[in-house]
């Protein structure tokens, strides 16, 4: 038997009482466990009587086993005969447990909110369609370029900006050399600003083999104390010099980044074509996007704040996914930023709340709609994930049963076809682009973001030709800094 009233605008308390003969069985099933985990002197483990051990340690020492055998079973089925949906862990009390009686106890629990839908089979929204021009296949080609920088050295020529300076050098504060003011073949890029303010620059000009005495101050606040505003003079040897070369656009640059082409012609094409699958694909997520923000926008939900909190971490585990990519850690990062991870997440509380919204309306057209996911299409999908891991599907599909994400599978089909059936409903108005505009409310979004290392196509499924190394092949040499060499370099990179 359930009774359950609403004590909060999200949250409800169950009364649940279970028949004293469930009780009475849970509690001989309780016994047969209980038994064989204790000794008693003048009994064979596991043979003492049921009355021995009651009266010896009283009948309560059955309650626990019992209750884990009654309680969530108990609790589900009530959710479930009473229609309800939890979103957060319930908080159970005990109210009766005693033989011949019926168990009772009482859920507290943070359920999902009732939501109040717009009229979602009539929304309209714009959307700008995007054209892949040939400079978009220029910029693309040009970025390969870059990041097949080679770096070629100067014989004849002096330091500039951007080149590579291979130096030995050696500082002395008032006559006297310091830990750190030494180093050899050190490879510095001059512009890099790895170093403290006045060195780099005092080496523009510089040819090989040309020797320079640079005379720089610390930094009042530098990360070493002994050190700080100190004047130092270097004695530097530029021992080499090494130029960015950008190479050649033409056939044989495509042979050495692709074995998909071998011409420059084609490849374009093929980036042409590439770049207008993912400007396809990210204009439907776009207009997807706009539709589901627009429904969330015009539908009434109180969101819980558990929800929002869920959809906070979710940020942070997309954007730590991120960071890994850059080397860092959240953690890391978080002690980077002024505030820490907490202050992130006060500035990104917006966008969770949006999420979460989203999710509760989307959910609530899937109830409304009756939008259901068949047996085959959870197959269908598993197939698929099957065939692009090259796994065998059988182990997938039972790999998949015994963690529970055939649930989530299905769920997402469900949030598939809802979001389907909002697009074709929805009344779309093409607008041209207006590109500044565009691109100053792209640099107005608040987003969590981590500076890219170089341009490329987004990760998309479609990307141009099999480029065999996008980065540099000479990185080794291309280091800025090296970590153990010298106190000259900013502290952050110490």
């Known amino acids: 038997m359930y009774r359950w009233e609403k004590i909060d605008d999200n949250k409800v308390c169950l009364e649940i ?14 016994y047969r466990k209980v038994v064989k985990e204790i000794d008693l ?3 064979r483990k596991g043979k003492i009587p049921r009355k021995i051990l009651e009266s010896r340690f009283g009948p309560e020492i059955f309650y626990e086993e019992a209750l884990e055998i009654l309680v969530n079973p108990g609790y589900n089925k009530a959710v479930r ?23 009772i106890f009482k859920v507290t629990v943070d359920v999902k909110p009732e939501v109040e839908l717009c009229a979602y089979n009539e929304i309209t929204v714009e959307h700008v369609r995007e054209e892949v021009t040939p400079a978009d296949v220029e910029n693309y080609l040009q970025s390969l370029r870059a990041q097949h920088t080679r770096l070629a050295v100067v014989e004849d020529g002096v330091l500039q900006e951007k080149d590579m300076a291979i130096i030995d ?12 003011g030494q180093s050899e073949n050190h490879s510095l890029e001059i512009g890099s600003k790895t170093f403290i303010p006045g060195f780099e620059e005092q080496l523009l000009g510089a040819g090989k083999d040309e020797e320079r005495q640079i005379t720089v101050t610390f930094p009042e606040d530098y990360f070493r104390e002994e050190l700080a505003g100190k004047e130092a003079v270097f004695d530097v ?3 080499e010099i090494k ?6 656009l033409n056939d044989d640059f495509v042979q050495e980044i692709t074995e998909e082409f071998s011409t420059l012609d084609e490849f374009k094409a093929d980036v042409e074509n590439k770049l207008k699958e993912v400007s396809q694909q990210r204009q439907k997520v776009g207009l997807e996007s706009k539709i589901i923000e627009k429904v969330a ?6 969101v819980p704040d558990v929800l929002v909190e869920r959809e906070l971490e979710s940020l942070l585990a997309e954007f730590g996914y991120y960071l890994r990519m850059q080397g860092l850690s959240l953690e890391q990062y978080g002690e980077m930023v002024e505030g820490g991870l907490e202050n992130l997440k006060g500035e990104h509380r917006e966008e969770a709340i949006k999420r979460a919204k989203a999710n509760l309306v989307l959910d609530a057209i899937i109830k409304t709609e009756g939008i259901e996911a068949s047996e085959e299409e959870v197959d269908q999908k598993i197939a698929e994930i099957a065939e692009r891991q090259e796994s065998d599907l059988d182990e997938i599909k039972m790999l998949f049963a015994k963690q529970g994400r055939l649930d989530i599978i299905a769920h997402e089909i469900r949030y598939r076809k809802a979001i389907d059936l909002l697009v074709e409903q929805a009344h779309v108005i093409e607008v041209e682009a207006d590109t500044e505009k565009d691109a100053a409310k792209e640099g107005s979004d608040e987003e969590l973001t981590v500076p890219e290392k170089e341009p490329a196509l987004e990760e998309q499924e479609a990307q141009p030709g099999d480029v065999k190394d996008a980065g540099n092949p000479e990185s080794e040499e291309s280091d800025l800094l090296d970590e153990k060499s010298t106190p000259l370099q900013e502290e952050n990179n110490d």
């Open 81 to 103: 005969e009473c229609q309800l949906e939890p979103i957060d862990q319930p908080q159970f009390e005990l109210v009766q447990m005693e033989k011949d009686k019926p168990l």
């Open 243 to 248: 130029r960015p070369q950008l190479p050649e």
């Open 237 to 239: 040897l530029v021992k």
């Open 297 to 302: 926008e015009e539908s009434k939900v109180d």
């Open 17 to 30: 009482e279970i028949p004293g003969a469930e009780v009475n069985e849970a509690l001989s099933q309780a």
């Open 41 to 43: 002197p003048g009994f």
């Open 169 to 180: 050098f050696e500082g002395k504060i008032d006559g006297e050399s310091f830990e750190g």
